[in-house]
């Protein structure tokens, strides 16, 4: 069941928007302003939020700003503003700031219910997508299976449909043998050092997987990560060895999945374990992939 939270302050809107939304199977959390909505944000992660504009102590803009600002881990939420203001430079404004929808009082409860189902059926059609990319990828380095001496395959198994995979890595990364793995098996492997270049050619590329190390030659994955928030195919960070002491780059926002190069057997079946076990406690809005020791293996194989 989608959690989604309505930030209104006028008590008989929002139980009235809340109402509706439970009528059609939705969980519904609530809160009277904007500061409130953002600690409710921060504590229950919602699939996502309805949020007036004019309100106390916090409006539903400085609301917004706050959350794309400091804490880019709620990025891919959706957020619908809910206002009286239906001046077009007030709309503007709203998706200026990252609004994905603007929907004007008094409520069209019927337009309410069609945005919110339109926009988390696209969050989930994003999320399988991402998904099933990431398997194809480990099915991909996976080592191929040695039965009876046979040879291994030479191209993409029928299962594992060819790629096109985009690696945007600085000079720490050598990704000779890696490429040289993933093109015997049929998928189309592109290199490149600038993260400007690949934000320039992607829709181009047309990506079914981004690999990207922390530092590009330009532009950092933080920032890099940001530009492409939207991007429907799933982003894996390479994490160098100049880096190891910083374990937060494991859960680093808006990557689905981490590798730390280069790593031991020993030290990647610790890793494996603790992510497995992060993973059955955290919450979660839809899938985070992990990379699973396989491929962890096969990647660790070219450093």
Request: aromatic share 4%; glycine share 6%; with cysteine.
């Amino acid at each position: 069941m989608n959690k989604i939270l309505c930030i209104e302050d006028e008590d008989e809107i929002r139980d009235d928007i809340s109402e509706e939304l439970s009528d059609a199977g939705y969980d519904v959390a609530q809160a009277s302003d904007g500061r409130t909505g953002l600690a409710a944000i921060l504590e229950t992660s919602p699939d996502l939020v309805l949020c007036d504009v004019n309100m106390p102590d916090m409006d539903g803009f400085g609301l917004l700003t706050a959350l794309r600002n400091n804490h880019p881990e709620h990025d891919d939420v959706p957020f619908i503003f809910l206002s009286a203001l239906a001046d077009r430079t007030d709309v503007i404004a709203g998706k200026r700031l990252g609004a994905d929808d603007y929907l004007t009082k008094p409520v069209d409860f019927e337009m309410l219910l069609v945005t919110v189902e339109s926009r988390l059926r696209q969050v989930n059609r994003m999320n399988e997508r991402k998904e099933q990319q990431l398997i194809r990828l480990y099915r991909a380095l996976a080592p191929a299976d040695d039965d009876a001496g046979s040879a291994q395959t030479e191209t993409a198994p029928a299962n594992a449909p060819a790629m096109t995979i985009v690696a945007v890595a600085d000079y720490e990364f050598d990704l000779r043998e890696i490429r040289t793995a993933l093109e015997s098996r049929g998928h189309r492997v592109i290199e490149m050092n600038s993260g400007k270049q690949f934000i320039d050619s992607q829709s181009s590329l047309a990506p079914d997987v981004l690999l990207v190390s922390f530092n590009t030659l330009d532009v950092q994955a933080p920032l890099l990560v940001r530009l492409l928030r939207d991007a429907p195919y799933p982003k894996v960070l390479m994490i160098p060895p100049s880096m190891h002491g910083m374990d937060r780059l494991d859960d680093m926002p808006g990557f689905d999945a981490a590798i730390r190069w280069p790593c031991g057997p020993e030290d990647i079946e610790a890793r494996v374990t603790e992510l497995g076990q992060r993973g059955q406690k955290a919450p979660s809005r839809g899938p985070r992939t992990e990379m699973p020791e396989a491929a962890i293996r096969a990647v660790t194989r070219a450093s």
